[in-house]
């Protein structure tokens, strides 16, 4: 069983506290304003991407994908992909230990994992340990459905090559399943506002465009530092052809006023 790594620290770590929170995030002035009320039957969706900093900044601006996600209707099983922040364990790593959290234990889909652990995708825990990215996910899709089943891959290489090798492997795994993909990136990190949202808005035209090499190239020559760009590559390469819809951007400066902003984008991409 992996611990939380950031619950009373990116979110509350009591259950109520942590509910209450959550539907603070679809409720107030920067999130969809409405409670997901119901669980749709229509399963168009096939991506997501979602920001993951604490939920007092990025909560409400995640909480849009996720109300799309709940009318849509909800997969058999997620595969949620983020970046290596801490640097542990191998570059490309899948977790096999279950996920505790305050709203319950999201459990591993063993065989979609063992399907997928190939070549440098490798079975490691350590560098899920101690990483958020994943991890701030979960309390989100719990809310929405007490029985979870996901794997987690967790991507310190972030190069277009690594990123391809990722996305071929989860196209392969993923025929005849019933999988959404959950991208997860903050965007811009600690630059002015009109900065952020310049540059951000151009990565975001790469991936509402479907375009990984594309947004590669614009992260790389812009100097856009968003810090998911892998997981969002490999989830356009294991999607190929999306249609994309930019359903929020904010700043973190949007909920204090900073003179330097994190970006943060709610995405979805269709079937």
Not at 113 to 125: F, I, S, V, Y
Not at 130 to 147: A, G, M, N, R, T
Not at 203 to 220: K, N, T
Request: charged letters at 25%; glycine letters at 10%.
């Amino acid at each position: 069983m992996r611990r939380p790594a950031v619950a009373g620290q990116f979110y509350s770590e009591e259950r109520e506290d942590l509910v209450t929170e959550i539907e603070a995030c679809y409720s107030g002035t920067m999130g969809p304003g409405v409670l997901p009320d119901r669980i749709g039957e229509g399963r168009s969706l096939a991506g997501l991407v979602v920001p993951h900093a604490g939920y007092v900044y990025s909560g409400p601006v995640a909480s849009h994908a996720y109300l799309a996600l709940a009318k849509d209707g909800l997969p058999e099983c997620f595969v949620i992909l983020g970046p290596n922040h801490t640097g542990h364990g191998m570059p490309l790593a899948l977790a096999m230990d279950d996920f505790e959290t305050p709203l319950g234990v999201a459990r591993i889909d063993k065989e979609l994992a063992d399907d997928l652990a190939k070549g440098a995708l490798q079975k490691d825990e350590e560098a899920h340990r101690y990483e958020h990215s994943i991890e701030v996910q979960l309390p989100f899709l719990l809310h929405l459905k007490e029985e979870l089943k996901f794997v987690p891959i967790c991507m310190g290489a972030q190069d277009f090559e690594s990123a391809k090798m990722v996305g071929s492997l989860l196209a392969d795994a993923l025929q005849d399943r019933d999988v959404v993909i959950i991208a997860s990136t903050d965007f811009s990190h600690y630059v002015p506002r009109e900065v952020a949202t310049s540059k951000d808005r151009m990565a975001i035209d790469r991936i509402l465009a479907g375009d990984p090499r594309g947004l590669y190239d614009v992260v790389m020559e812009q100097n856009v530092t968003m810090c998911g760009y892998g997981p969002v590559m490999a989830t356009l390469v294991a999607l190929g052809r999306t249609k994309g819809e930019l359903l929020k951007y904010g700043t973190s400066g949007d909920v204090h006023p900073m003179r330097d902003v994190v970006g943060y984008a709610s995405i979805t991409l269709g079937m």
